[in-house]
């Protein structure tokens, strides 16, 4: 009997992220935070006050708890009435992990990515990066922006995301690349170009690109086998704050 089924997308081995740790928000003192709290947040009051009054909600420094409901307030004044692509990224990474509204999360995100700021992912390089995400986990069906409207497949949009922030210089898109490499989705399966692209965001301090150069090296897989270049190379995942690679050491 005929199958007529289509195949199912290749599993992504290797997951795909959409910030890291080197990116996350400053920490405050009790002093810094009463020197913003005394610049006042009136009608005149610049994005910056807004901006650093979300991150200490977020962080639950400068004396305070967290409140990532606050935060997301601070950073939802600061994008739409002051308009911080910053506040933005924020606001997407806030509810990617789960602190937002409990239900439509993708939909909260995409009014941050495509709404509040218009034009923001041609500007940003992490909102960008965020769109491929959801685009590569078939989350989003499409950028609402040219060039990566007129690309039929999603999954071919999100390469086309990622390449133009990995152009950028932004390392988790970079990751993404090799993710996406490695497993042959939206792109030709090439274990040595996969490789390439990991240990270039390893190089960017990357953890989940460098715990993928480790476990790479290891196997010989796209690369020759170097157990030390791979010991090397968890060591520094560890560093940076990959669980998974201080369990192995």
Known sequence: MGNNASSPAPELQAKLIYTHALHMPRQYTVQEHQAIKA?????????????????????G???????YQRAMEYYRH?????????????????ELQGHGKRWRTDKHVQEWLFKFQ??????????LTIA???LANGRLDRIPEEPYSKIADPKKQAVAAFEKAAEGGY??????LGVMRMAG???????TKAYELFWQAAKMDV??????TALMLTQGTGVARSKAAAWRWLERSAENGNMVAKEML
């Open 118 to 127: 218009p034009g923001l992912v041609r500007l940003s390089m992490e909102a």
């Open 171 to 176: 390392g988790p898109a970079v990751h993404n």
């Open 39 to 59: 610049r006042g947040i009136g009608m005149g009051a610049p994005a910056e006050v807004f901006v650093q009054l979300g991150e200490i909600c977020e962080t």
């Open 185 to 191: 989705v939206g792109v030709a399966a090439d274990a």
């Open 61 to 67: 420094t400068g004396g305070t708890e967290v409140n």
């Open 78 to 94: 600061a994008a739409l009435e002051k308009g911080s692509m910053y506040a933005c990224v924020r606001g997407c990474i806030l």
């Open 207 to 212: 953890p989940e690109a460098q715990f993928q």
């Open 132 to 134: 491929g995400y959801l």
